[in-house]
């Protein structure tokens, strides 16, 4: 358990649906980060936060996709109208300060759209 | 875009063998960093070592990094069952991690 904890852990949803995935980072941890990861492939890199500003978001990032984090401490993403493409597991990460720093993941909420 | 690329993609030992995993990736970089997942579960923190550093030690792991070839290895000695698992470098050029396909090492009892 590295103290990042993610709520659901996993999400079963139709197809145009909206989903909505928690994470709760580290609790002195400034940096929050939000990766994606299909099947047989390395996690990629979806959106990050210093605080409670977004700082950078993927191409990957359609406009159906939005996250969140208020006063710096949880975050939520959310994906409106999902899309059978949208199956894949999230993952949250926070860090201490820059980039440079350790990530710490959490468990991950494995989303399938049927 | 995934940055690192680990090799080989798949290894099987058996228990009490060294593994040896390698990474090359194609731009500059702060640090690197490996990780593990156990199947269809997070990622684990292994090792980080920065761009200033050639090698380091935790434990039963050893990473060597070298930037003039853009490559960086994993050893895990004397292996254990529980090492089974999907090991990713990933590189930090500026802020978030940039991840490989991943290795999926099996360690038979």
């Known amino acids: 358990d590295t103290g990042v904890s993610q709520d659901p852990r996993h999400k079963i949803t139709k197809r145009g649906q909206n989903v909505t995935f928690r994470c709760d980072p580290i609790?002195?941890?400034?940096?929050l980060y939000w990766y994606r990861q299909t099947l047989g492939q390395g996690p990629e890199f979806l959106t990050y936060?210093?605080?409670?500003?977004?700082?950078?978001k993927s191409r990957l990032l359609s406009d159906r996709f939005s996250a969140e984090r208020p006063k710096g401490s949880f975050s939520t993403l959310e994906i409106q109208r999902t899309e059978q493409g949208d199956s894949a597991m999230y993952l949250c990460?926070?860090?201490?300060?820059?980039?440079?720093?350790?990530?710490?993941f959490g468990p991950g909420t494995r989303l399938t759209v049927l | 875009s995934q940055q690192g690329e680990e090799d080989p993609q798949a290894l099987s030992i058996q228990e009490g063998e060294n593994a040896t995993m390698n990474c090359s990736y194609k731009?500059?970089?702060?640090?690197l960093q490996w990780y593990r997942q156990n199947s269809g579960r997070g990622l684990v923190h292994l090792i980080l070592?920065?761009?200033?550093?050639r090698e380091k030690h935790s434990g039963r792991l050893r990473v060597t990094l070298d930037t003039s070839k853009k490559s960086s290895s994993l050893l895990i000695t004397a292996s254990r069952a529980a090492d089974t698992a999907s090991y990713f470098c990933?590189?930090?050029?500026?802020?978030?991690?940039?991840f490989g396909k991943g290795m999926k090492l099996t360690v038979n009892p």
């Open positions: 731009t500059s970089i702060n640090n």
């Open positions: 990460a926070s860090s201490r300060g820059t980039g440079i720093d350790t990530q710490y």
């Open positions: 990933a590189t930090v050029p500026g802020e978030k991690l940039v």
């Open positions: 936060f210093q605080n409670e500003a977004q700082l950078e």
């Open positions: 609790s002195e941890h400034n940096r």
């Open positions: 070592i920065r761009s200033n550093e």
